[in-house]
């Protein structure tokens, strides 16, 4: 099935199944590899993207939910309508050297800039609560509390 998408600003012809996930979408018809696989279960963060400015997870998405609606995914999103909050927040992670292995960090990044977006000054209740549905094996969570809130600043 012809699908249209408006991905990162632009408008994206895709042929697939219309029960897809959006993640496989995004990664193997659109090449943008920078949104990862962890669980497929919606229970890991690492496949997260924005629609409409707002997380979701990208691998229990159908692909066909998100017509008409705007998806950003980390290639894009320091370029989107929360380039504010999302290049403070790549700014933040780079100044402090966020990343572990990276694995999840494109995740980490989608949520902390919507979390920036929703609460401009997050405490550490706030910032625990947005966060937890993002996990990361390396165990970066100091670091990237850290990165919200220099972020914030
Ligand atoms: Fe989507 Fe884990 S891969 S939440």
Known sequence: MKLSLNINGNQQEV?????????????????????????????????????????????????????????????????SDLSKEANAVVDAWEDIAVVQCGYCQSGQIMSATALLKQNPNPSDQDINNFMSGNICRCATYKRIKDGIKQAAQ
Do not use: Y
């Not at 993640?23 to 669980?39: A, E």
């Not at 963060?45 to 997380?55: I, K, Q, R």
């Open 15 to 79: 042929d697939v199944d219309p029960n897809t996930p959006l993640l496989w979408v995004i990664r193997d018809h659109l090449q943008l590899t920078g949104t990862k696989f962890g669980c497929g279960m919606a229970l890991c963060g690492a496949c997260t993207v924005h629609m409409n400015g707002n997380p979701i997870r990208s691998c229990v998405t159908p692909v066909s939910s998100v017509q008409g609606q705007s998806i950003t995914t980390i290639e894009g999103v320091t370029e």
